[in-house]
């Protein structure tokens, strides 16, 4: 393991799909405010047909020849609102009932996390909401239940697709083989619950204690323009393990920027490991999240400043776990081929960038149901290896930081008024009066046992 809304639907560049998160991709109230305006327009058709069925009404009165031509062009146009009317409802039935299907969706979401915390007075309330659903519109349940069920076992099609084309290399069955086993490694994940970070949720276990490995590297720096730039920030591990940007805005106050690695082959005591990787998957205190706070401490950064994070693999892991625990104002979050999907607070804008076919990245299982963050927020995903040939022999080939550099790069050039809110907040960090950059290696205080490193 190398180194997860507002509304709006899915955006297709290219082979880039841009969507506000989970399978809820639009705003409900939007919906049923459409549904209410389809539905003045049928009353306002209603209207129109009643003026025509008066007027045919006076013709049929008067002589055959005054009326000569105009009784049938009024029955027709009565006949044509009657149509458009029931048709503007129609449409705006359906809406009312995608609305319903996507609130249960939402709602089941509310209710597991309310169920997770012991809230039962929210449980009671979300279930009467939902039996009223059910009520109103009887199949806004089994809709739910349907695009959740299609969305689990499609998220992983391409991993699983690519899969069936190595194993087919090997032998008749190797391919049908290799296709049924991830899928049930991929449908476990999500069944298990893994791969995801609810708001709230906090590490266990005690603190790895670290060190700093001899001072930091300190000097003067800019801020990045594009999201290219933000990821090939990202340390590669061969001279700093971290790098921290402090920025001096033009009012005087400071905001962080923090840049996390993936994992890094090293010696016993390298906090970066696999070791780390697996507490931080299955909800443990690391020495790689440490090595983060004392970086961060040592640049300055207090709790409560506002902080941008960034992270490749399980950078991206410890970037979410800042996010949603570490107790500084999060205003940023950007990962890059994450294991995790990060319920990020409400003001936190996160992007994600993510390879349908990296297997690092399918540990998150899919993510949550529903969006997170700021309204800006999203998920970019794209391909990255379509082809099967000689690449597929190296099974993180989609996972390599260089090829979400290339993805970021394709954002930057993508006309999605969702890239504004990245733009924008580079654009801010761009008016800095000055910018310090800090890079730190860190170390374990109590080393450990190297393990494998999966990059």
């Known amino acids: 393991m190398g180194s997860g809304g507002g509304g709006g639907g899915v955006v297709t560049v290219g082979d880039l799909d841009i969507r506000s998160g989970g399978i809820v991709a639009v705003d409900t109230a939007s919906l049923r405010a459409a549904a209410d305006r389809l539905e003045q327009a049928a009353v306002g058709l209603d209207g129109v047909g009643n003026v025509f069925r008066r007027a045919a009404a006076g013709m049929e009165v008067l002589p055959r020849a005054g009326a000569l031509g105009a009784l049938p062009r009024c029955h027709n146009a009565r006949a044509r609102a009657a149509q458009l009317a029931e048709r503007s409802r129609a449409i705006g039935g359906s809406l009312l009932e995608l609305a319903a299907m996507f609130e249960t969706v939402e709602l089941r979401a509310e209710r597991e996390a309310a169920e997770a915390a012991g809230d039962a007075a929210a449980v009671a309330r979300i279930d009467e909401r939902?039996?009223?659903?059910?009520?109103?519109?009887?199949?806004?349940?089994?809709?739910?239940?349907?695009?959740?069920?299609?969305?689990?076992?499609?998220?992983?099609?391409?991993?699983?697709?690519?899969?069936?084309?190595?194993?087919?290399?090997?032998?008749?069955?190797?391919?049908?083989?290799?296709?049924?086993?991830?899928?049930?490694?991929?449908?476990g994940l999500r069944g298990m619950g893994n791969g995801t970070l609810e708001r709230g949720s906090r590490l266990h276990g005690p603190a790895r204690p670290v060190v700093l490995r001899g001072a930091p590297v300190v000097a003067a720096g800019t801020a990045p323009d594009t999201l290219a730039a933000v990821a090939g920030r990202v340390p590669t591990g061969a001279v700093s393990q971290i790098r921290v940007e402090r920025y001096v805005m033009p009012d005087g106050t400071r905001q962080y920027a923090v840049y996390i690695p993936g994992t890094t082959a090293g010696d016993e005591d390298e906090p970066f490991d696999m070791g780390s990787n697996l507490e931080l998957y299955t909800g443990e205190q690391s020495a790689s999240y440490g090595a983060v706070l004392e970086a961060l401490r040592e640049a300055g950064a207090e709790p409560g400043d506002t902080l941008h994070a960034v992270g490749y693999s399980q950078g991206a892991m410890l970037a979410s776990r800042l996010a949603v625990e570490g107790g500084y104002d999060t205003q940023t979050l950007v990962t890059f081929g994450s294991p995790v999907d990060a319920q990020v607070p409400d003001a936190t804008l996160s992007v994600e960038v993510r390879h349908r076919d990296d297997p690092v990245s399918a540990l998150a299982g899919g993510g949550f149901d529903a969006g997170a963050g700021t309204p800006g927020s999203f998920v970019a995903e794209r391909t990255a290896d379509p082809a099967a040939g000689a690449n597929d022999l190296d099974p993180l080939v989609a996972h390599h930081l260089p090829a979400y550099e290339q993805t970021a790069a394709m954002l930057d050039a993508s006309s999605d008024p969702r890239m504004n809110a990245v733009r924008d907040r580079l654009a801010l960090l761009g008016g800095a009066t000055s910018v310090t950059v800090s890079e730190y290696s860190v170390g374990r205080a109590d080393p450990a046992p190297t393990a494998p490193v999966c990059r």
Do not use: C, I, N
């Open 130 to 187: 939902l039996a009223q659903l059910k009520h109103e519109y009887p199949g806004s349940d089994t809709r739910a239940w349907w695009e959740g069920f299609t969305r689990d076992a499609g998220w992983a099609a391409s991993l699983v697709g690519q899969a069936g084309m190595a194993g087919s290399l090997l032998g008749p069955g190797a391919g049908l083989a290799g296709v049924a086993l991830l899928w049930g490694f991929t449908a």
